[in-house]
């Protein structure tokens, strides 16, 4: 089964070129892309997905609007919440991304050696596919 993966991100260049390079990066995955939080909360719930990548700075609500209302949600239901992953241009983000509840940061613009190093064990660990060491050697040599 093909690891399923969400892309949130209000700037419809930016989120074109990330979901091309994810997809570059790891070709047997599928991607969502929305361009908003209440689409992305949306969606998920009717959705299963197996990563979850959201900037930061949106528009209405922002990302860690998203991984609360997501954590939230995910305890009241009983419902394994997957890997999130919040990415920005902004590094002070970094710091307190685990505490809002993600899994991960990702410094944007995204380069594909990162994208790699951090997604692929992710989404490894949540969907059992040994797909990061691929996309490695792929992009390595």
Avoid at 47 to 53: A, N, T, W
Avoid at 107 to 136: F, M
């Amino acid at each position: 089964m093909r690891p399923n993966v969400l892309v949130v991100e209000d700037t419809q260049q930016y989120r074109d070129n990330f979901c091309k390079l994810l997809s570059s990066c790891f070709p047997d995955i599928r991607i969502t892309d929305v361009e908003d939080g209440t689409t992305a909360l949306s969606i998920t719930r009717l959705v299963h997905f197996d990563l979850i990548i959201i900037d930061y700075y949106l528009r209405a609500l922002s990302g860690g609007d998203i991984v609360r209302h997501l954590r939230r949600r995910a305890n009241a239901s009983g419902v394994a919440l997957p890997p999130i992953i919040v990415m920005s241009s902004h590094p002070d983000v970094a710091i307190f991304t685990r505490t809002m509840g993600a899994t991960a940061f990702l410094s944007k613009p995204a380069r594909a050696e990162d994208v790699i190093a951090l997604v692929g064990p992710l989404l490894e660990q949540s969907t059992g596919i040994l797909e990061a060491g691929l996309a490695a050697r792929e992009f390595s040599g």
